[in-house]
């Protein structure tokens, strides 16, 4: 039997919005700027929820001590400023949110993206208007998953009980910040996770879809 919850949690890239393809366009941009070679699809698919500095970091050969890391992480996001609007939603997603909402469930978005990204994001899909909160790094003086203080200032915000929460996400961070704060947890297996990394991670559950979550409630 499907344990219930009352309040959903979710991670935003690979999980809610599909960037890679956004992501992509950026690096490659990025990359020929700098007389690099251009990556994959799959390049970026396999790194983007590991965040910009991944990105960074496995395309350029550097790590984030090396002298110019900061400067083209910096550049990518500026990249990034042009086409992040153009991201959309995973299959089923918006009805599902849409349900959560009409079934007066809480629901929020925790993500290790930039603010400044992730509130226009969020004001386009208007998520702003259903959502109980919206957590980035900012809020929480710079912490990321799977440090748990962007998920636990999350649940701060409603009286609904840890027991009776869950955050989905498709990456280990996302696994781990859930575990560090106590809440059940879904791996998104249609995110950015590589088959066998899933293998690895011990999640509460799997789903394959977003509307398989529909069970949950």
Not at 134 to 161: F, H, Q
């Amino acid at each position: 039997m499907q344990k219930k919850y009352k309040c959903f949690l979710f991670d935003l890239d690979g999980t809610l919005l599909d960037t890679a393809p956004e992501f992509l366009n950026c690096l490659n941009e990025l990359l020929k700027k700098n007389k690099k070679k251009s990556v994959s699809y799959d390049f970026v698919r396999n790194r983007v929820s590991d965040g910009v500095g991944r990105l960074i970091q496995d395309s350029f050969n550097i790590d984030e001590n090396h002298s110019e890391f900061e400067g083209l992480r910096n550049n990518l996001l500026a990249e990034y400023q042009k086409n992040y609007l153009l991201s959309k939603t995973f299959p089923g997603v918006d009805e599902f949110l849409y349900k959560l909402s009409k079934n007066k469930i809480d629901w929020m978005i925790v993500t290790n993206k930039p603010k400044r990204f992730s509130e226009e994001i969020c004001q386009k899909f208007e998520w702003h208007k259903y959502a109980n909160a919206m957590v980035s790094p900012e809020d929480v003086n710079g912490k990321r998953k799977p440090d748990p203080a962007s998920l636990d200032a999350a649940l701060a915000k409603t009286s609904i009980k840890k027991e009776q929460s869950i955050y989905v996400g498709d990456n280990w961070r996302d696994i781990e910040a859930a575990n560090n704060s106590g809440i059940d947890s879904a791996l998104a297996l249609y995110g950015y996770i590589d088959k066998k990394d899933a293998s690895l991670l011990k999640p509460t559950s799997k789903i394959n879809q977003i509307k398989d979550l529909i069970s949950y409630i």
